[in-house]
């Protein structure tokens, strides 16, 4: 059993080595998720809890209370 993660490890390792296509698929993905999780978050999804409330206590009480709102309807 202990030689399956090591088996597994250098199938991938070999696989991605003799990539030639796959390299420039593999770059272009990774730019994709960092322009998702890093650019469009900063224009599109703004902090709201932080302008709507000056406390965590008030920031945890409200999303407490749209949580169990959402689940009794």
Known sequence: M???????FAFY?????????GRTLWKIILVKLFLMFAVLKLF???????????SD???SAHVLDNLTRGASK
Not at 14 to 21: A, I
């Open 44 to 54: 599109f999804f703004s902090n709201v809890l932080e302008k709507e409330f000056r």
């Open 2 to 8: 202990r030689a399956a993660p090591r088996e597994l």
């Open 57 to 59: 206590a008030e920031r």
């Open 13 to 21: 390792r070999d696989g991605f080595r003799s990539m030639v296509l």
